[in-house]
């Protein structure tokens, strides 16, 4: 079983930055694509970006393209999630995912962290 825990989310003004992370209890052929999802109350989750742990592959959600970025450390596990530029609308709780083969927009992904909570204040 692939546990994800992620850290790093909590009150940054409009305009700051975070960065969150995700450390990953065991890779395995589950966890060949990792990503970051956000959601809000009352809405679905939203996807953000994936990669591979070579970082040969990325993808991102043309809402947070150009401002979020995302990254991998294969010996530490961890993956990361770089937020810049930060509006108010991306108070969130933002998750963690792995999936061997994932459909990268839809919140299908196999393996999900617990979550950390991101609120930017305007």
């Given at each position: ?7 790093g ?27 970051w999802?956000?959601?809000t ?24 393209k ?24 991306d ?32």
């Amino acid at each position: 079983q692939v546990q994800l825990a992620e850290s790093g989310g909590g009150l940054v003004q409009a305009g700051g930055s975070l960065r969150l992370s995700c450390a990953v209890s065991r890779r395995t052929g589950s966890t060949d694509y990792m990503g970051w999802f956000r959601q809000t109350p009352g809405k679905e989750r939203e996807f953000l970006a994936a990669i591979t742990w070579t970082g040969t592959y990325t993808l991102y959600a043309d809402s947070v393209k150009g401002r979020f970025t995302i990254s991998g450390d294969s010996a530490k596990n961890t993956v990361f999630l770089q937020m810049n530029s930060l509006k108010p609308e991306d108070t969130a709780v933002y998750y963690c995912v792995a999936d061997p083969n994932p459909q990268f927009r839809s919140p299908t992904w196999e393996y999900w962290g617990q979550g950390t909570q991101v609120t930017v204040s305007s």
